[in-house]
């Protein structure tokens, strides 16, 4: 999964922190918190100014990966790598709690079906956060 010449390697590497760190702290962590934590722990209502500005914060790290798909074969070069599963496994939270919105990310779209039709990636899109349903498309390969 992270394979190829030292730079590849690094790239790959790039793109783990940047998706495990960034998109985690942007968008999925705070999308964690509001529409989960808050609801089944704290018993709280969502905050919907953080709400808004992750799912801002979403389109921006979209606009970044529709260009890493534009020009690169899979997100960090020529081969399926751990960057690709990274940044599947943050969008999948984020689109499960419903803070995508695809519009105008055709590209990261299409990569991301093609990364749920994975067989290894099939199975994640059953599980469900009890109390918390997904979006109807959520398990749909092509949405």
Request: glycine share 6%; proline share 7%; hydrophobic share 40%.
């Amino acid at each position: 999964m992270i394979n190829g010449s030292a730079l590849q390697r690094a790239e790959i590497r790039r793109l783990v922190a940047l998706f495990d760190e960034n998109l985690y702290a942007d968008v999925s962590g705070p999308l964690l918190h509001e529409r989960m934590k808050k609801r089944l722990v704290l018993r709280q209502p969502p905050d919907s100014r953080v709400l808004r500005e992750a799912m801002k914060n979403a389109h921006a790290h979209l606009d970044y990966i529709d260009w890493l798909v534009d020009t690169r074969q899979w997100l960090a070069g020529p081969t399926l790598g751990l960057a690709d599963l990274a940044c599947a496994a943050q969008l999948s939270v984020a689109d499960y709690l419903g803070g995508i919105d695809w519009k105008g990310h055709e590209q990261t779209r299409h990569w991301y079906s093609v990364m749920k039709s994975r067989p290894s990636f099939r199975p994640l899109l059953s599980e469900k956060m009890e109390g918390l349903p997904p979006p109807p498309h959520y398990a749909l390969v092509d949405a």
